[in-house]
């Protein structure tokens, strides 16, 4: 059987369990309630017995059971169940390591302060980007999809030191897609200074390149309308080559003449050559 994508699959089967619930006929309805329950009990069950025999099996058995808790789809139905081997808060700090060198710039460190009985997480931000909304933003969204995936039964992450507001800030994880998705960026091969157009997702967007690390624009002036692919970049200083209105790349984009505009900021990773950017779903081309 050809391989589907754990998520997508996900997502139909909540969309059909959705219609179900709207049939009519509340004797199929049940019915086919029913059904969706007794597969999940029965495939649940046999995963249990799978999990015994590896524990009973010891150190090899064990060994078998981490290498397959590493497997994204396997390891979401084990915590589906209530039979993933390793607690919460294992699985939380797990997923701040995996994600942590795509903060780069954005962020000097990740640290797990605890999880609650409710399911709260607490962490403390170091060396956040100084009050820079752009690298907060990326960083929530790859810390709150980080973990959303490694441990869904969290019901809340509370963030110390973010720069950009006072006080602690509230990650809202709760089930339902996403208003955003992490999609794969090849970055070119661009001196600091340089910017550059790409359209990702049908998404058009601007790469501005920093001292500081790579910036993502929606590829729009919203001043005048113009494409950014031919702006200059003096330092921070992003420049339309339509009505010459400058932004700063860093700070997410804001203007620095003094008016009330601002460049759109696409959260965005980058590790080595490679990079992804959180793309708003339901964009598909750039502001007038």
Known sequence: MAARDPRTVGARIEALLEELGGIADPTVRDKAEEVARLLVELYGTGLERVVAALHAAGPPGEGVLGALTGDELVGSLLMLHGLHP??????????????RPYLGSHSGGVELL??????????????????????????RLAIEQAIE?????VTRVEVEGVTAEPGPTLLQIQPGPPDRSWTPLDLPDLPVGAVTAREIGNVPLVLCRLATGWYAYRNGCPGCGSTLGEATLAGEVLTCPGCGRRYDAR??????DGQDLHLDPIPLLAEGGTARVALPQTVTGARP
């Open 251 to 256: 700070l997410a984009g804001r203007s620095v």
């Open 149 to 153: 995936e490694a441990a869904p039964e």
């Open 86 to 99: 390793r607690d919460v808060e294992t699985r939380v700090r797990q997923a701040l390591d995996q994600v």
């Open 114 to 139: 605890g999880v609650d009985a409710q399911g709260v997480v607490r962490l403390r931000l170091e060396g956040s980007c100084s009050g820079c909304p752009s690298s907060t933003l990326t960083v």
